[in-house]
């Protein structure tokens, strides 16, 4: 059975449970997440921290009806907690994240053929066929619907499905095709280097949806390769410049008649424990690199050498979009380009739009409570 005990001299309350585990839970913690202190309704903090003593203290600690009941000192307040809801959130290990998938990084033998892929029909009409397909595009950064209607809209509410459409100065949605005037050389029938879109934003936007409406033209292929994998064959074989990319922000910029947008990035983003957490890659984007003189040369050498790799046979992947088909992606992860086509031979048209990666991470969170 589940056990407490009051530990007053180190200030906690040591709970074990049946399989043995045990966590202890410090006082001020305790009484900070109090069940009484959330309204019932929106699940949000109500308890004020500065209403109580930094050294609070506990009168006492029992069971009663399987809950373990804490009676603190100097108020006529008692905490009830269940002890399976103490287990989720045991200091020190965090709750679990059904949308914290581990990456499987992915080379040039990675083909197209081994990507997570899932009809559109599917994807609208089963949540457990949803989730296993949110799930896998989060491990690869990468995947294809297929079936997809033969309307611009239909990649749109595909999106929908999962989460809000982010704006941008471009719209909410994106028309990738050849016109003239072009403000970014998507709009062109140019070869597109691979890159993440707009790290000159503050934040980028998470993951792409590019529903290909029609592709007849001669050229045109798409191009993707795992940033992350990148990354990390950077910081396993030249670690100094991995720490450059990682460690240096440089400016990126987009500026036309009615937009000068601009932000400072390191290219390789890591988190608080220094996990690869995103890419802000885009030579076009690229602004004036504003480093110290004495800076500047390691910094372009480590910068070419992440170019040089996104370049490499190694690690692209190659392939030819249909119309039906709608390509997602993590685009702070996986870079993305095209090869140049001629539009003189056929029409090529694209759609697309962005669902920030809080949107995309919320989806999973509650398809996985609502399919156990």
Known sequence: ?????????????????????????????????????????????????TSIPLGLSVGNV???????????????????????WLYDHRPGI???????????????????????????????????????FLLEAKKTGLAIVDGMAHDKDAGMAMARRIGFLRETNFGTTFEVMSKPNPNNLAYTS???????????????????????????????????CDGFAIANDLRNDEPEAFRLLSETPVPFRFHDEDYDIRRHHTVIDLDLFG??????????????????????????????KLMEMTR?????????????????FDNRRVLHGRA???????????????????EFDSRIRVLSRSQG
Not at 62 to 84: A, K, Q, Y
């Open 275 to 304: 996990n690869m957490q995103e890419l802000h890659f885009n030579a076009h984007l690229a602004g004036i690199f504003d480093l110290p003189a004495d800076k500047m040369e390691p910094y372009y050498t480590a910068y070419r």
């Open 1 to 49: 059975m589940t056990t407490a005990t009051l530990r007053g001299g180190d200030r906690v309350v040591n709970v074990c449970w049946p399989n043995g585990t045990s966590a202890d839970f410090p006082f001020l913690w305790l009484r900070d997440n109090c069940p009484t202190g959330f309204h019932p309704d929106t699940r949000e903090r109500q308890f004020d921290l």
């Open 62 to 84: 029992s069971l009663e009806d399987g809950d373990i009941v804490v009676t603190w000192d100097g108020e006529s307040h008692t905490s009830r907690f269940d002890p399976g």
């Open 312 to 328: 490499s046979e190694r690690y692209v992947m190659t392939t030819r979009l249909r119309g039906g088909e709608m390509v997602i």
């Open 340 to 358: 140049a086509f001629d539009p003189n031979t056929g029409f090529r048209h694209l759609r697309g739009c962005y669902v920030d990666r809080g």
């Open 190 to 224: 140019h070869a597109l280097p691979l890159h993440t879109d707009l790290a000159n934003q503050e934040l980028p936007p998470g993951f792409q949806f590019l529903h290909c409406l029609a592709n007849e033209a001669e050229g045109g292929g798409s191009t993707f």
């Open 94 to 132: 965090g709750l679990l994240d059904p949308a914290q998938v581990d990456a499987t990084l992915w080379r040039a033998d990675f083909s197209p053929a081994d990507l997570p892929r899932a009809t559109s029909s599917d994807l609208t009409s089963s949540d457990a066929l949803l989730l296993e």
